[in-house]
T-cell receptor
Framework: AQRVTQPEKLLSVFKGAPVELKCNYS??????LFWYVQYSRQRLQLLLR??SRESIKGFTADLNKGETSFHLKKPFAQEEDSAMYYC?????????????FGPGTSLSVIP | NAGVTQTPKFQVLKTGQSMTLQCAQD?????MSWYRQDPGMGLRLIHY???????DQGEVPNGYNVSRSTTEDFPLRLLSAAPSQTSVYFC????????????????FGNGTRLTVT
C-alpha cells in the first residue's frame, strides 16, 4: 500500500541552525515526491518536487530510493520558514488515491 | 486569474444540517479534488474528479457527495452533518487529467473551516 510517514509532528530549531524534515514512503512503483508548505493564514502551496532537483527558498530534498526517503533540508533556518510542511507522493493510482499526503510536520524557527 | 476559490471560509452547522462547500477554479484544470485536514492525520482525500461528468471516491468519502457538471466547479455536499465532519476542507486542482505529477502539481484553495455542533 502507498503510504507517507513524517515521524515528527513538531520540530523546533534556532534561527541559523540546520533543519531536516524527515519523510519516508512506501510505494511499489516509481513515485513522484513533493513537499508542500502551508504558512500561517496562507493556502497550501508546492515547495518543491523531486524530479526538478531544485532548491527553493534554500530548501533541497533528495529522493533516496534505497531508503525510501525524501527528507527536506536547509542549512540555515530562517524565522520565515516557520510553517506546516507536508510530504506527498503521487504515482500510479490505487483504488482511490491520486496524491497521498503525510501527516505533516510543524516547523518552528526560534529567533 | 483567481486560481482556486473556496466559499465559505468558515461555517458552523448543527448535527443533521446539510450544506454545500463551493470550489471553483479558473485555470481550466481537468483534475479537482477535496481533502480534509485533521491534526495528526494530514490531508485525506474525500472525492476527486478527472473531468466534467466524472467523479470518484477517495479515502474518506462517507457522508459526502460531489458532482462535476462543469470543468470550473466541484462542489462538496454534506447531506447530514455530523460532529466527526468538523475539519478544515481544502479543494485542489491540477492541469493533468491523470494523477497530479511533477509537471502538474496540485493548486489549493484557502480552505473552509467547518464546525459541526
Amino acid at each position: 500500500a502507498q503510504r507517507v510517514t513524517q515521524p515528527e509532528k513538531l520540530l523546533s530549531v534556532f534561527k541559523g541552525a540546520p533543519v531536516e524534515l524527515k519523510c519516508n514512503y512506501s510505494y511499489s512503483g516509481s513515485p513522484e515526491l513533493f513537499w508542500y508548505v502551508q504558512y500561517s493564514r496562507q493556502r497550501l502551496q508546492l515547495l518543491l518536487r523531486h524530479i526538478s532537483r531544485e532548491s527553493i527558498k534554500g530548501f533541497t530534498a533528495d529522493l533516496n530510493k534505497g531508503e525510501t526517503s525524501f527528507h527536506l533540508k536547509k542549512p540555515f533556518a530562517q524565522e520565515e520558514d516557520s510553517a506546516m510542511y507536508y510530504c506527498a507522493l503521487s504515482g500510479q493510482p490505487t483504488s482511490y488515491d491520486k496524491v497521498i499526503f503525510g501527516p505533516g510536520t510543524s516547523l518552528s524557527v526560534i529567533p | 486569474n483567481a486560481g482556486v476559490t473556496q466559499t465559505p471560509k468558515f461555517q458552523v452547522l448543527k448535527t443533521g444540517q446539510s450544506m454545500t462547500l463551493q470550489c471553483a477554479q479558473d485555470m481550466n484544470h481537468e483534475y479537482m479534488s477535496w481533502y480534509r485536514q485533521d491534526p495528526g492525520m494530514g490531508l485525506r482525500l474525500i472525492h476527486y474528479s478527472v473531468g466534467a461528468g466524472i467523479t470518484d471516491q477517495g479515502e474518506v468519502p462517507n457522508g459526502y457527495n460531489v458532482s462535476r457538471s462543469t470543468t470550473e466547479d466541484f462542489p462538496l455536499r454534506l447531506l447530514s452533518a455530523a460532529p466527526s465532519q468538523t475539519s478544515v476542507y481544502f479543494c485542489a486542482s491540477s492541469y493533468s487529467r491523470d494523477a497530479p505529477s511533477a509537471d502538474s502539481p496540485l493548486h489549493f484553495g484557502n480552505g473552509t473551516r467547518l464546525t459541526v455542533t
